[in-house]
């Protein structure tokens, strides 16, 4: 996919409401490609790169959030999108099938950590992609492997979401030659259960792309302990999702904010927009994992003809687990 065409879907998702509908199929970040450097120029063309924003912008942002507070969720509705995310998952995935599928070309680019495991020679490895909805990412990494002893798992705690992972025509022929496992698995699960097949500290690479927004604040804790205990010493966490003040977040109007930056999307789906700043203490400072990197990145988009700026934000981070 060019970078056009990648700027003109991002337009083309800002100007359809809901973005609810857009959930998994946010293409990637391909970084600093064009630069604002004249804002005279920003309506010639479709995206910018890293563009940041200054003070009147975050007023307007926070204007935003605002209004939403005037009109949050029911304390009747939070109790429901709380107490049943799943539920509204498997809705999702019941209704979208598969056909979100996006190309993940800037996997490679992004995370190249990943292709190092997929080497011939590069011994037993295990990657478990987290959240893995329809297996977005782990059939891409499962179709450039030419390792023999690559483990690829791929867990999801919605049921529709593995059956479709393990419904794709590649699984029995890869979950025969030992490479490729899915399962049902809540992250966040209180019993601190790690996914079937699995064992103790046996992950190299987890991968979680758009997963812990789905969380509730609350849930981190658990889920931060829960990965504790399936990295392997040394194993690295592969991380992106939405950032602070994203289009998505801005663009929620009445009876979605469930919380501080946390809301429910029309189709009963929960999302968290993090800063750089609360993924460092909730990794870092309370996970005990270390910052391999930290970055946001900050485009903005723009409808030409309607003459409109659309900024969005998304996260990308890399952690360490500690060696013993
Ligand atoms: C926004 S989708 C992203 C899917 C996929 N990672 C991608 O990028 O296309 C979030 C996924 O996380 C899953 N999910 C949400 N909460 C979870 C939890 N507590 N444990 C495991 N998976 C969860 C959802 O079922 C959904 O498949």
Aim: hydrophobic letters at 35%.
């Amino acid at each position: 996919m060019s970078e056009n065409h990648v700027a003109a879907e991002l337009v083309a998702s800002a100007e359809k409401p809901p973005l609810s509908s857009r959930i998994g199929r946010d293409p990637p970040f391909v970084f600093g490609q064009r630069f604002l450097t004249e804002d005279a120029d920003v309506f010639n063309h479709n995206a910018w790169d890293n563009v940041d924003w200054d003070e009147r912008q975050i007023e307007q942002f926070q204007e935003s959030i605002l209004k939403q507070k005037e009109s949050p969720v029911s304390d009747f509705n939070k109790t429901e999108y709380n107490s049943k995310p799943k539920k509204y998952w498997d809705l999702f995935y019941k209704n979208n099938r598969e056909n979100f599928f996006k190309d993940r070309k800037w996997l490679q680019i992004e995370f190249p950590s990943i292709f190092e495991c997929t080497k011939k020679e590069s011994g037993r490895k295990t990657i478990l992609e987290i959240g893995c909805g329809a297996g977005n990412t782990m059939y891409p990494i499962l179709s450039k492997n030419e390792n023999p002893n690559l483990r690829v798992f791929g867990c999801d705690y919605s049921d529709i979401a593995v059956d479709l992972v393990r419904g794709n025509e590649n699984f029995e022929r890869l979950h025969d030659s030992g490479n490729c496992y899915s399962s049902v698995w809540d992250l966040a699960n209180e019993e601190g259960n790690i996914p079937e097949d699995l064992e103790d500290n046996g992950v190299d690479i987890a991968v979680m792309v758009f997963v812990f927004s789905a969380l509730s604040p609350k849930q981190w804790e658990q889920a931060i302990s829960n990965l504790k205990k399936v990295m392997k010493p040394g194993g690295l966490i592969l991380f992106r999702d939405y950032g602070r003040y994203d289009l998505a977040q801005i663009r929620f109007k009445k009876n979605r904010l469930l919380d501080e930056n946390f809301y429910v999307r029309g189709d009963g789906t929960r999302v968290y927009f993090f800063t750089e700043e609360e993924l460092r203490e909730i990794f870092c400072t309370r996970g005990g994992f270390i910052e391999e990197k930290i970055g946001s990145d900050k485009r903005l988009l723009v409808n030409r003809k309607k003459q409109l700026k659309m900024y969005r934000c998304w996260l990308q981070a890399v952690f360490k687990v500690p060696e013993i």
